[in-house]
């Protein structure tokens, strides 16, 4: 391998159109324990722009590289590794900084892609497919015949969830902003998409649940659309926060929450990895390995661009109504 | 008995100055299973109040008389009742129309008042001793040691929390609207006392826990009160919402949420009522009246009204500022 290789950089925070570079930086060498990955794909998921612009809840060091997730090849292998071979394909747990060409990670920390999931759903497993997860089987324990109501339904996370409902025979109502989106979020598998949000869509969502309102619902929205979402939760219903799209906060009807004994949570993965033991975490990513390698989560891929082409991409996933995910190549 | 006797109604939602009568209605007869009482107190809640404003989780048909508690005596018996004898002493609960000389209640919805606890006490043991000890040992299981932070610290419910949390080793912050306040409050035992809301109130708490937040607190105020409280939450800590004084919707920033882990949740005493086993809400009860006998619990009184006075006793109940619960008498 060189002795240097490429990576995406940012000394300040700020927009990424203006604070993201593409450049070369040393090789990195993997220390005791430590794996060397050649980066194969990685998603632009709406944390690492928001780590970029320095509104995430954790901040690297500056200069730094983004991104939180990805897959990679083992290219080399530190001292006393003996888990995982040169030329395993992994994706790595809890790595800052995969918007480079090669990036050492702890053996311990890499996850083994079996060889039905493609690179393009590996690179994406964190932060969509398991946080999907996580949230609708631990945050919410969803069960058959349940309605679950959701905000960004078209984000890649918002389609995985419509297939992990599908799959087990949760009842979705999908909050979105544009009309034009009904018709394919109902081809993948949406049982009520409501556009729009205040009373209007309060109300629709209530006329749909026989006026009882959703005992379930995830938000990635904040502001008037977590509202409404809030607002239309069942007695003792509960809305998970997972993002926070719109940077407004949410405007909270409390006297609701207390006739009705509601409660609005936040959710954030890191927190999860944190606070979860080990062993649950690896059954968890292996179960959803596992949902991916069958077919029932597939997540979506809008575009490719290479790690050269970040402005692009960053400008491409943040553009409104894309069908999939925008990840970075090369 | 005469055959009339004296009652608060009023016909129409809106301010209660201008909706309230007092008058003579018809003495209720008691039904089978139901005794008469003779009410003794009741106190001016603010849920009376924004009932007769008809923004209530429940709200009665009309014509109707407030009150949602009190105490009286029982007068006489329905046919078939033989668990309390004429002459006692009874709260009676869910019984809506208290604001009357006399009510008719169920004899299994009547507790028998202790010796040991006086009439203003028994009359305000629901909505406020009741809420407060069910908020903190059944909502957010307050142990030794934790911070709990509450606004409206100066409130009847307030003071009850400053009781009981000092019985418990708790500490407690309060949060208040006028530095007048703040000797009252040390004195009855408040730990800190943070006056305000908004940015600076959110660092003060901060300071106070050495960075960490609360754990837990409990929110009667909503608006921006409420919010400075979520914002005050410690990763995984608590606010219940379980009133919302200020009528403004809380502006919650679901980003801190999200990465703090933090919950909101709503409280309302009528559905722990409703979905409480009988068995615990009698013991839970008990309890409550065994901490009014023992002193540990002392509602406060400010003033005392007769029922024909309601208006200023609705009046008085609305200034900010008081140091006890208004009550309605004769």
């Known amino acids: ?5 490429r990576a995406v950089r940012f000394s300040a925070f700020g927009e990424p159109a203006d604070v993201l570079t593409i450049g070369d930086v040393p090789t990195p060498s993997p220390g005791p324990g430590e794996v060397l990955l050649r980066m194969r794909a990685r998603p632009v998921n709406p944390s690492d722009l928001s780590m970029v612009r320095g509104r995430y809840g954790q901040l690297p060091e500056l200069p730094a590289t983004p991104g939180l997730e990805g897959v990679g090849e083992v290219e080399a292998l530190g001292e006393g590794v003996t888990t995982v071979p040169v030329g395993a394909r992994v994706v790595p747990l809890g790595v800052a900084g995969t918007w480079a060409e090669r990036v050492c990670a702890p053996a311990a920390a890499v996850v083994p892609v079996p060889d039905g999931v493609g690179d393009e759903a590996a ?3 964190v932060v969509n497919p398991l946080s999907a997860w996580v949230l609708l089987t631990e945050e919410l324990d969803v069960q058959p015949g349940d309605w679950l109501a959701q905000s960004a339904a078209g984000s890649t996370l918002g389609r995985v969830v419509l297939q992990i409902a599908r799959a087990r025979g949760v009842r979705t109502i999908n909050l979105v902003r544009r009309a034009g989106q009904v018709e394919e979020l109902r081809a993948l598998g949406a049982d009520e998409v409501v556009v729009g949000d205040g ?3 309060v ?38 926060a997972y993002g926070r799209l719109s940077q407004e906060a949410m405007p909270l ?20 990895f944190q ?11 292996a179960t959803v390995l596992g949902r991916i390698a069958d077919g029932a989560i ?33």
């Open 203 to 240: 109300a629709r969502i209530r006329e749909i649940t026989g006026g009882e309102g959703v005992a379930k619902a995830i938000d990635a929205v904040g502001g008037a659309v977590g509202a409404t979402l809030a607002a239309s939760l069942a007695p003792r219903g509960t809305l998970i």
């Open 275 to 285: 606070e979860s033991p080990p062993e649950h975490v690896a059954a968890t990513i």
């Open 1 to 5: 391998m060189s002795d240097s290789s």
């Open 298 to 330: 597939d997540p979506p891929v809008e575009a490719r661009y290479d790690l050269a082409d970040v402005s692009a991409a960053v400008a491409h996933a943040e553009r409104p109504g894309r069908s999939g995910k925008v990840l970075l190549t090369g």
């Open 253 to 272: 009807d409390t006297g609701l929450q207390i006739f009705r004994g509601t409660t609005v949570r936040g959710f954030w993965l890191t927190r999860w």
């Open 123 to 125: 690179a994406q497993l």
């Open 199 to 201: 009373e209007a869509a």
